[in-house]
């Protein structure tokens, strides 16, 4: 039972980090005629921010499986 509930918490800690991240204030930062690899810059955070968030849930589900 204790497993489950800090599952979820970590669960609605990523949410809320996901929110952080893909906000208005910290989008505007990476909206720059830069490219990494000839993809923009906004482009490339977007997936790096994606697959932190996807890796966070990843991360607290496996811990309830074990």
């Keep these: 039972m204790h497993r489950r509930v800090l599952a979820g918490d970590r669960l609605i800690a990523a949410f809320f980090i996901g929110c952080v991240l893909f906000n208005y204030p910290l989008l505007s930062i990476f909206d720059r005629p830069a490219e990494v690899f000839n993809v923009?810059?906004?482009?490339?955070?977007?997936?790096?921010?994606w697959a932190f968030v996807i890796g966070l849930?990843?991360?607290?589900v496996e811990r309830l499986v074990k």
């Design 57 to 60: 849930m990843a991360w607290s």
């Design 40 to 49: 923009p810059l906004l482009f490339v955070y977007i997936f790096l921010a």
